[in-house]
């Protein structure tokens, strides 16, 4: 009797248990893939969108949402839907994001700027502005090359700003402006992208202080500027000679890579004024700075980020004590 109990005692089903297990783990992990095949298509696609223009953006854009229409037509018109399906969907939409990506760069291109870098100019308006003026009444700039104005706003609680117009508003009060910059408030500072002119003279005011704040902008071809370098936390120079009364511009060569250094000039080593400040920059780059005129006399000029590495500038009729470049060892110790 025991035996035939025993004999007929079913056995074990194992492959129930794996199926059982299947279907546990299934429901889980299948979202999980899902949601990363999903979060790795978006990711590739947005660096698709980043790295072309605005116009070639919206063309894929445009590509994608109907390939998406498409193609999810297509797999709904389908008797039985798998997951096989849905995969294969996400797989067709990633390709053509791509192909569409790299379609739009060919024709349209990238959204780099390919226009020339910016030439940087300084303008300060010192306390006392709304009554002296500006620090500087004469700018110079490039012809046809846009301009970044550092505009050094050193008036507490006054606001200026700096408008330039074509022709001069003193004369013709309906001089229409060519630029206008926001006002800002004293002590700050703020840079103005102002447009490529042409080459010619223009005007510039506060349009806040119209009559006591005034001043030219001389448009013409680059004059090549006089070479500095700063390498090893040091200037190259320890003089820099300028003609009495004319703008001159500075071509800087950072070869610090990845370290900031600028140039800026005040009227003594106690910095009570700031006659220029070019704008700090990482090397290895080079910028051009644009210095409106200068009284003769002697200066003092230093990398506002590294305080040592300074020295002087000669302002004389002729151009300078030492010649028209720059003259004299290295700078002070390289540390700051």
């Given amino acids: 009797m025991t035996d035939q ?11 129930r248990h794996g199926h059982a297990r299947q279907s546990l783990v ?16 978006l990711f590739g696609f947005s660096r698709v969108l ?40 996400v797989g067709v939409i990633a390709g053509i994001a791509m192909l569409a990506g790299g379609v739009a760069i060919v024709a349209i291109g990238t959204g780099e700027a390919t226009g020339p870098e910016p030439l ?34 050193q008036d507490p609680g006054v606001p200026h700003n700096v408008v330039v117009f074509g022709e001069d508003p003193a004369a013709n009060p309906q001089a229409t402006s060519l630029f206008t910059g926001a006002i800002i408030t004293g002590p700050l500072r703020t840079t103005y992208e102002m447009p490529p002119l042409q080459a010619g003279k ?24 006089i070479p500095v370098v700063a390498e090893g936390l040091q200037f190259d120079t320890k003089e820099l000679d300028f003609p009495a009364g004319q703008p001159v511009t500075i071509s800087f060569e950072n070869k610090d890579a990845g370290t900031l250094h600028n140039i800026a000039i005040y009227n003594d080593a106690s910095k009570s004024t700031t006659l220029f400040q070019g704008e700090q920059f990482p090397g290895v780059a080079t910028k051009t700075y644009a210095i409106g005129p200068l009284e003769a006399g002697t200066y003092y000029f230093q990398c506002d980020v590294h305080t040592t590495m300074n020295g002087t500038v ?7 004590g030492a010649g028209a470049g720059p003259s004299g060892g290295p700078s002070a110790s390289p540390s700051g």
């Fill in 120 to 153: 940087h100019v300084s303008l300060a308006a010192p306390e006392g502005a709304a009554a002296d003026g500006y620090a500087q009444t004469t700018l110079q700039v490039e012809a046809d090359r846009p301009t970044a104005l550092d505009f050094d706003n």
């Fill in 26 to 41: 299934l429901p889980l992990v299948l979202p999980i893939a899902i949601m990363l095949i999903i979060g790795l298509v």
């Fill in 50 to 89: 980043l790295s072309v223009s605005a116009r070639a953006a919206t063309l894929v854009a445009l590509i994608v949402a109907a390939s998406i229409m498409a193609v999810a037509t297509f797999v709904a018109s389908r008797s039985r839907l798998s997951n096989a399906s849905l995969f294969s969907m």
């Fill in 314 to 320: 000669v302002v004389a009729a002729g151009g300078g």
């Fill in 5 to 15: 109990l025993t004999e007929s005692k079913p056995a074990p089903a194992p492959e």
């Fill in 202 to 225: 223009y005007f510039f005011h506060c349009e806040v202080h119209p009559t006591t704040m005034t001043g030219t902008i001389e448009s013409g071809t680059a004059a090549g500027g």
